[in-house]
């Protein structure tokens, strides 16, 4: 099972990082992904499967002041 942010998940279908941050309303020019322990260049997003022995952290960026 996939671990997100700590949290085992089951997703269905194949799904992409990108899918997996629209359908959760991150904002992908906003995020940081880790894979596995290696951060997932942008780049990636579009192409990156998420398989279900993979360890992911999303972190989110917020500005304030």
């Given at each position: 099972?996939?671990?997100?942010?700590?949290?085992?998940?089951?997703?269905?279908?194949?799904?992409?990082?990108?899918?997996?941050?629209?359908?959760?309303?991150?904002?992908t020019?906003?995020?940081?992904?880790?894979?596995?322990?290696?951060?997932?260049p942008?780049?990636?997003?579009?192409?990156?499967?998420?398989?279900?022995?993979?360890?992911?952290?999303?972190?989110?960026?917020?500005?304030?002041?």
């Amino acid at each position: 099972m996939t671990k997100i942010n700590g949290e085992e998940i089951s997703l269905p279908n194949p799904t992409t990082i990108k899918d997996y941050l629209t359908l959760n309303n991150y904002r992908t020019e906003a995020v940081a992904v880790e894979i596995n322990g290696n951060i997932l260049p942008k780049s990636s997003y579009d192409s990156y499967v998420i398989t279900e022995y993979d360890t992911i952290e999303i972190v989110s960026f917020v500005g304030g002041g």
